[in-house]
């Protein structure tokens, strides 16, 4: 069944709405002139690095028409790899390929694409298609993440992601994003991704949303979703603490992949986080985010946060 209920039923939740999330969190505590750092995914690329946090490593960067012409040259020693635009929102634009037959190139979903194809999405992406506004962009050639197999048998070809609530440097809220048919082996929810809560404390999922109807089972692979054990979920909420140290925001969604041999890593970060992670957690955002508001003065050091984190 969909998820009805009455405003009343729902701030008794605690359940944040979109408006309350814009006015009391996103303007209060994100600075605009910090948005930079995190709408351009080239600079926060380059940026998390600088600070030591790791990320897929990035292959080129394609600002001009002239320099997509030029793609098969520029990958022509990555059998697998990312394309995104650098501007892009909503999982919009993003290209995966995982290989290649012949002279095609292979999508994470195993269509053929030619050359031309490619190297035409590419155009798009820099002529601006894909982002903010509609203004001319750069597309993002990275590494494509080996997910960990633990997450194989719930989670459809694509690449699995984890997103985490950070609220005055203190994670609030997570869940894992998990790739479905429907969304094309992409973990974007809009696009049809499944999205599991997670226990804070202790790194254990709960129920899960899939195209705003609440289910507990992958909707391709037939697999249980609740009372999984996420791995490395320390070094995930660290990594976390990290990310929103680094540009400042004080509301921030850190969105981060589990690579099979390089571990966490971040993948990009949101100054406008959605807010489905309250469905996926049957559980609203607003008393952890009063209780966090209500501290005047938060420890500086990450283990701290950590602590009260799980404390929460």
């Given amino acids: ?106 999508k994470a979903n195993g269509d053929l694409v030619s050359s031309a194809a490619i190297v035409h999405h590419a155009s798009n992406i820099v002529s601006g298609m894909y982002s903010l506004g509609g203004a001319s962009d750069q597309a993002l ?20 992601d984890i997103r985490v609530i950070v609220f005055r440097g203190i994670p609030i809220a997570a869940m894992a994003r998990l790739p479905t048919r429907a969304s094309d082996g992409k973990a974007n929810l809009h696009q049809g991704a499944m999205g599991i809560g997670i226990d804070l404390e202790t790194g254990i999922s709960k129920g899960g949303v899939c195209n705003d109807k609440a289910v507990d089972r992958h909707p391709d692979t037939g697999y249980e979703t609740t009372g999984i054990k996420i791995p490395h979920w320390d070094e995930i909420m660290r990594l976390a603490i990290r990310c929103a140290d680094t540009v400042g925001l004080g509301y921030l969604g850190v969105d981060i992949v589990m690579d099979r041999d390089r571990g966490p890593l971040m993948l990009e970060l949101n100054a406008r986080p959605g807010l489905n992670v309250q469905i996926a957690n049957q559980m609203g955002l607003y008393d952890n985010l009063k209780k966090i508001e209500s501290i005047d003065q938060l420890p500086d050091g990450v283990e701290e946060r950590l602590a009260m984190a799980k404390a929460a």
């Fill in 1 to 106: 069944m969909k998820w009805f209920a009455t405003p009343s039923q729902l701030r008794a939740r605690g359940v944040v709405g979109l408006n309350q999330r814009n006015s009391d969190y996103i303007m209060r505590y994100n600075p605009r002139h910090l948005y930079p750092l995190v709408d351009d995914k080239v600079y926060t690329k380059r940026l998390a690095l600088e600070k030591g946090i790791a990320v897929p490593e990035l292959y080129a960067v394609l600002s001009t028409q002239h320099e997509t012409a030029e793609l098969d040259h520029i990958v022509e020693t990555h059998q697998e790899f990312v394309m995104k635009p650098s501007h892009g929102s909503g999982g919009n634009g993003i290209l995966v390929i995982d290989g290649r037959l012949g002279g095609h190139y292979r």
């Fill in 141 to 160: 050639i990275e590494y494509r993440v080996q997910f960990d197999p633990f997450f194989s048998h719930i989670s459809y070809q694509g690449v699995p």
